[in-house]
């Protein structure tokens, strides 16, 4: 399939947080190998004025989801810490919204749409269509995915810049079905000129 970017088009770079690398707090396997293939969708889509957005989780030291607070994963991405900053080896623009989510105590936002700003500014800007890759396939993208499609953005899934946790064996495989079956269009970089 060939996808050529348009200026209503948005990329959206999904929690790409130190925490979420290797050595991270809480690290996605082989998350690191997502950076590479992202700055290439960057430049894709500066070159042709597509909007860029890149989403982290921005918790609090008290948020639910962590063990210590009654959650299932270890504290990560502390609002300010430097796992919670966007790894410095993606080339983002600095044209690039910043969309903090999972900022509430009580509110775990595996979607980067939920209690956040990303509809608006999408809609601000006349977005049509939203490109969505990062980390993790089966939490944080599955979720944006599924959140931008039921706003009635056309989605594409980029799943070569995506890598999930798999906390059981075939979730991974089982949140990209549930994307494209809800909708969602599986494309890689090649796809996109
Ligand atoms: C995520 C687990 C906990 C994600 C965020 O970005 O996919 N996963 N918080
Ligand atoms: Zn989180």
């Not at 918790?59 to 607070?69: A, M, R, V």
């Not at 700003?117 to 939203?130: D, N, S």
């Amino acid at each position: 399939m060939k996808v050529k970017i348009l200026p209503s088009d948005a990329l959206i770079i999904v929690d790409v947080q130190n925490d979420f690398l290797p050595g991270g707090a809480l690290p996605v396997p082989n998350g690191d190998e997502v950076i590479p293939v992202l700055n290439e969708y960057i430049k894709v889509f500066s070159k042709a004025s597509g909007a860029i957005f890149a989403t982290r989780d921005w918790h609090p030291e008290n948020h639910l989801s962590f063990k210590e607070n009654g959650g299932i994963w270890p504290k990560h991405c502390v609002a300010g810490t430097f796992g919670a900053q966007i790894s410095k080896d993606l080339k983002l623009p600095s044209e690039t919204f910043i969309i903090n989510k999972g900022t509430r105590p009580e509110l775990e936002c595996y979607s980067g749409f939920q209690d956040t700003v990303l509809e608006h500014l999408l809609r601000e800007r006349g977005i049509k269509r939203v490109f969505v890759g990062g980390l993790a396939t089966d939490y944080c993208v599955l979720n944006t995915v599924l959140g931008a499609i039921h706003l009635g953005f056309f989605t594409f899934f980029l799943e070569d810049a995506s890598r999930g946790v798999d906390v059981k064996p075939g979730d991974v495989e089982r949140a990209v079905e549930k994307m494209l079956s809800e909708g969602a269009v599986k494309i890689e970089l090649s796809d996109i000129y």
